[in-house]
């Protein structure tokens, strides 16, 4: 399982950190990806991290502003947002994969249940 949190509403220009727990000894063995889904739009991938943290991914949209990271004592993935935008506004869902961190929902096997962010302008 899967546990996202740490949206909220942000002016732009500010700050939010999204975590997601994962429950289960394996986790530390799974890559894991951010997606988000704007009403009216396709899910699309924000960031990926692969299993030991050493490799990472991100969206043109989000380069230099999102941070990807893990802490597998914790079974914890962190996305450290800065500078939003009022375009970032989502519900922002994190997953596990198992063999890869790609940006299609298909490479990805669990879910969590999404926490929303609102950028206000």
């Known amino acids: 399982q899967l546990q996202a949190s740490g949206g909220g509403l942000v002016q732009a220009g500010g700050s939010l950190r999204l975590s997601c727990v994962a429950s289960?000894?394996?986790?530390?063995?799974?890559?894991m990806g951010w997606f988000r889904q704007a009403p009216g739009k396709e899910r699309e991938s924000v960031a990926g991290?692969?299993?030991?943290?050493?490799?990472?991914y991100y969206a043109d949209s989000v380069k230099g502003r999102f941070t990807c990271s893990r802490d597998n004592a914790k079974n914890t993935v962190y996305l450290q947002m800065n500078s939003l935008k009022p375009e970032d506004t989502a519900v922002y869902y994190c997953?596990?994969?198992?063999?890869?961190?790609?940006?299609?929902?298909?490479?990805?096997?669990?879910w969590g249940q999404g926490t929303q962010v609102t950028v206000s302008s």
């Open positions: 997953a596990a994969a198992v063999r890869y961190f790609g940006t299609s929902r298909d490479d990805y096997n669990y």
């Open positions: 991290i692969s299993w030991s943290g050493g490799s990472t």
């Open positions: 289960g000894r394996t986790f530390s063995r799974l890559d």
